[in-house]
């Protein structure tokens, strides 16, 4: 008799028997934050610019983040913590810090003004785009013409 498992990994990826995906989101995050850590230090050591930082951080960084997105079920928690590591890495390759006002508070420059000068787009318009592209691999397979 087989034993059931609520966990394992499979490639590097944790797969769990109730198909929640946060494990797997929360494992990228970490891996993706330890990379960035890296990079950002070597993008700031040698002043490149935000465009450059930017796609560094989505040839590196988002790979990363954004392994197994094809088949993952994104909750609102998930996308928040990813959209949320995205727009932080943006405002540090483009130096657009959130800042005190004269009262005291937080303020936060526009996160589409933050990814523009970045050059990047939203964690959903790329997971977007990878599941188109995965989706369209499999439909043209030739497989299916017999």
Not at 49 to 55: A, D, I
Not at 60 to 75: D, K, M, N, R
Not at 111 to 139: N, P
Request: charged share 30%; glycine share 6%.
């Amino acid at each position: 008799m087989l034993d059931q498992v609520e966990a394992f990994k499979y490639l590097g990826r944790t797969i769990r028997s109730d198909n929640n995906d946060a494990q797997a989101v929360s494992d990228n995050l970490r891996k993706a934050k330890r990379v960035w850590g890296r990079l950002s230090r070597v993008m700031k050591a040698e002043n490149a610019s935000p465009r450059v930082c930017g796609l560094f951080y989505k040839a590196t960084v988002q790979a990363v983040l954004l392994f197994g997105s094809e088949s993952w079920t994104v909750t609102l928690t998930m996308r928040r913590g990813l959209e949320g590591f995205h727009t932080r890495a943006a405002r540090r390759m483009t130096g657009m810090m959130p800042e005190k006002d004269s009262a005291g508070e937080w303020v936060y420059p526009h996160t589409d003004e933050v990814l523009e000068k970045s050059g990047l787009f939203t964690v959903d318009h790329y997971i977007t785009v990878r599941r188109t592209t995965i989706l369209k691999f499999i439909a043209d397979r030739p497989i299916y013409e017999r």
